[in-house]
């Protein structure tokens, strides 16, 4: 297993369009959480997965965003009408211990 | 205010020195501390976690928590250029979501 895999690594889209990214967690973890993470700043949680379970969504997720992890595998975090505030990397991390996150590269969107 | 805060430097230091990086934070709840290094535009990664207060380390590195003080470090001994990167402070209560500083970014000179 590698590791925490995101696709695409990065994405230019125009504003109002729709994006998808895809996050693949390391295969025994059960725990799968979504980060934002802008220029300067720490992560801020998004969203949190308990195998197909969502969890815990944070105010930050508008009703324009959406997350799956359909049957705890892999999850797809989907951006409605895409902003110019939503760029940004967007992180997944996987774990399956209190303090074991294993982060991703990230995908970054910037939205001109 | 923030949760967790963290000076964002830069910090600046010459080969060889000890570097200490701070958080400070006001969730008496957190219990899981971690110390992430993040090189530009790659994931965070792990490089040390301590469980409620106490000392830890692990070759270079020395993480510290004080919960009476609700302050965290970690310190780098001996640092390399190669330690040039932005450290993220991050802490947890028993397997929620991670909570970030806004990290410091340290610049070590050969």
């Known amino acids: 297993d590698t590791g925490v895999s995101q696709d695409p690594r990065h994405k230019i889209t125009k504003r109002g369009q729709n994006v998808t990214f895809r996050c693949d967690p390391i295969s025994e973890h059960n725990r799968l959480y979504w980060y934002r993470q802008t220029l300067g700043q720490g992560p801020e949680f998004l969203t949190y997965?308990?195998?197909?379970?969502?969890?815990?969504k944070s105010r930050l997720l508008s009703d324009r965003f959406s997350a799956e992890r359909p049957k705890g595998s892999f999850s797809t975090l989907e951006i409605q009408r895409t902003e110019q505030g939503d760029s940004a990397m967007y992180l997944c991390?996987?774990?399956?211990?209190?303090?074991?996150?294993?982060f991703g590269s990230g995908t970054r969107l910037t939205v001109v | 205010q923030k949760e967790v805060e963290q000076d964002p430097g830069p910090l600046s230091v010459p080969e060889g020195a000890i570097v200490s990086l701070n958080c400070t934070y006001s969730n008496s709840a957190f219990q899981y501390f971690m110390w992430y290094r993040q090189y530009s535009r790659k994931g965070p990664e792990l490089l040390m976690y301590t469980y409620s207060s106490g000392n830890k380390e692990d070759g270079r590195f020395t993480a510290q928590v004080d919960k009476s003080s609700k302050y965290i470090s970690l310190f780098i001994r001996d640092s390399q250029p190669s330690d040039s990167a932005t450290y993220l402070c991050a802490m947890n209560n028993a397997g929620n979501m991670l909570t970030f500083g806004g990290g410091t970014r340290l610049m070590v000179k050969p």
């Open positions: 997965f308990q195998n197909e379970a969502q969890l815990e």
């Open positions: 991390a996987s774990s399956d211990t209190n303090y074991g996150y294993t």
